[in-house]
């Protein structure tokens, strides 16, 4: 596809979502748009998010993402130039050899080709299995339309041909279970069709599934409907985890405003307020029994308008349980954090 044709698509869906951000075009073409490390049950997590030409979907509402990203086409080399800055940073180097996952992401779609570059990827994995001596999981984040059968044999002997097997792991937007909530007015374009083709995919070649999910993620939502869905989904992932024989994550994030979004104005109107900690712990607590294991992602990236974010005064404990569990997947003590006892002790001093 032409780059005059996925500009169209970007500007379509930008348009079709009520999206007014600008993108970001004066970031350096040779560097990374961002990039953390992170605490998981999998172990030290390097994340790395890529600056490429902006997502070709960009119409999901809550979604502001592409912000961080550029309009127009960026190519292989500079993209081997962002490769070459992330393994050349002190940061980096000094705990390569303890980083047990790596999650790649250009806030769209790394398996599009025609955004983030084959060249660039192979370049990507080369550079990975030389460096990253101990790492356990490749984690790939992309919409499901891009998998490709060849494309998952490939990167399978490519990650078994480095010191330690590692698995590939591929993360997806689901963003809400309600089909109505997700498609006709989340705008996500995913069915649960397309999901399990998707899953029926990846099965044969032993990847994981990690699956984003937003509580709370439109306005005028309750907040015990959003627990609800939530709940719906952990259901659903699980049957599916069985059935497939497939490793899913749940990802969990409490939706904030996202600036230059349609959230952004129900957030001023007062018809969008972000979920409580305290109930995504709720949400969290009932994948116990599951098959599951789940991270919640406590970052708004900087993209929350100012009193958009879902962390409030008084959530300290809370989001010091949740970071404990996702490094421990421990229940019971997130459990202890939301207990009537624990909430007097923090209240009372």
């Given at each position: 596809?032409?780059?005059?044709?996925?500009?169209?698509?970007?500007?379509?869906?930008?348009?079709?979502?009520?999206?007014?951000?600008?993108?970001?075009?004066?970031?350096?073409?040779?560097?990374?748009?961002?990039?953390?490390?992170?605490?998981?049950?999998?172990?030290?997590?390097?994340?790395?998010?890529?600056?490429?030409?902006?997502?070709?979907?960009?119409?999901?509402?809550?979604?502001?993402?592409?912000?961080?990203?550029?309009?127009?086409?960026?190519?292989?080399?500079?993209?081997?130039?962002?490769?070459?800055?992330?393994?050349?940073?002190?940061?980096?180097?000094?705990?390569?050899?303890?980083?047990?996952?790596?999650?790649?992401?250009?806030?769209?779609?790394?398996?599009?080709?025609?955004?983030f570059?084959?060249?660039?990827?192979?370049y990507?994995m080369?550079?990975?299995?030389?460096?990253?001596?101990?790492?356990?999981?490749?984690?790939?984040?992309?919409?499901?339309?891009?998998?490709?059968?060849?494309?998952?044999?490939?990167?399978?002997?490519t990650?078994?041909?480095?010191?330690?097997?590692?698995?590939?792991?591929?993360?997806?937007?689901?963003?809400?279970f309600?089909?109505?909530?997700?498609?006709?007015?989340?705008?996500?374009?995913?069915?649960?069709?397309?999901?399990?083709?998707?899953?029926?995919?990846?099965?044969?070649?032993?990847?994981?599934?990690?699956?984003?999910?937003?509580?709370?993620p439109?306005?005028?939502f309750?907040?015990?409907?959003?627990?609800?869905?939530?709940i719906?989904a952990?259901?659903?992932?699980?049957?599916?985890?069985?059935?497939?024989?497939?490793?899913?994550?749940?990802?969990?994030?409490?939706?904030?405003?996202?600036?230059?979004?349609?959230?952004?104005?129900?957030?001023?109107?007062?018809?969008?307020?972000?979920?409580?900690?305290?109930?995504?712990?709720?949400?969290?607590?009932?994948?116990?029994?599951?098959?599951?294991?789940?991270?919640?992602?406590?970052?708004?990236?900087?993209?929350?308008?100012?009193?958009?974010s879902?962390?409030?005064?008084?959530?300290?404990?809370?989001?010091?349980?949740?970071?404990?569990?996702?490094?421990?997947?421990?229940?019971?003590?997130?459990?202890?954090?939301?207990?009537?006892?624990?909430?007097?002790?923090?209240?009372?001093?």
């Amino acid at each position: 596809m032409t780059t005059d044709n996925i500009e169209k698509q970007i500007k379509t869906g930008s348009l079709a979502g009520g999206k007014t951000y600008a993108f970001n075009e004066e970031h350096d073409q040779k560097t990374p748009a961002q990039m953390w490390f992170q605490n998981s049950v999998d172990g030290l997590t390097l994340f790395i998010v890529f600056y490429t030409q902006a997502c070709r979907w960009s119409r999901c509402m809550g979604c502001n993402l592409p912000s961080k990203s550029s309009y127009h086409h960026v190519g292989y080399k500079d993209i081997i130039a962002q490769i070459d800055h992330v393994f050349s940073l002190p940061e980096v180097l000094t705990k390569r050899h303890v980083i047990r996952k790596l999650i790649i992401s250009n806030n769209g779609s790394i398996l599009d080709q025609d955004t983030f570059s084959s060249t660039a990827l192979l370049y990507l994995m080369a550079k990975i299995n030389l460096n990253f001596t101990n790492l356990d999981i490749l984690t790939l984040e992309t919409r499901p339309e891009f998998v490709e059968i060849e494309e998952l044999e490939f990167l399978s002997r490519t990650l078994a041909e480095g010191d330690t097997p590692t698995l590939l792991e591929l993360g997806i937007g689901f963003e809400a279970f309600d089909e109505t909530i997700r498609n006709d007015t989340f705008n996500k374009g995913l069915t649960l069709e397309t999901f399990e083709r998707f899953i029926g995919q990846v099965s044969p070649f032993n990847c994981r599934v990690k699956c984003y999910f937003m509580q709370k993620p439109i306005p005028n939502f309750s907040d015990s409907d959003a627990l609800a869905d939530i709940i719906h989904a952990i259901d659903y992932l699980n049957d599916m985890s069985i059935r497939y024989n497939v490793r899913i994550n749940m990802h969990l994030n409490p939706t904030y405003a996202a600036y230059g979004t349609p959230l952004e104005q129900s957030f001023y109107e007062g018809t969008f307020v972000p979920p409580k900690l305290v109930d995504v712990v709720q949400a969290v607590l009932y994948a116990e029994d599951s098959s599951l294991t789940l991270f919640v992602g406590l970052f708004d990236e900087g993209l929350a308008v100012e009193g958009g974010s879902f962390i409030r005064e008084g959530d300290e404990h809370l989001i010091k349980a949740l970071e404990t569990f996702n490094r421990t997947q421990n229940f019971k003590q997130l459990q202890q954090a939301v207990s009537p006892r624990t909430f007097c002790s923090n209240t009372t001093g």
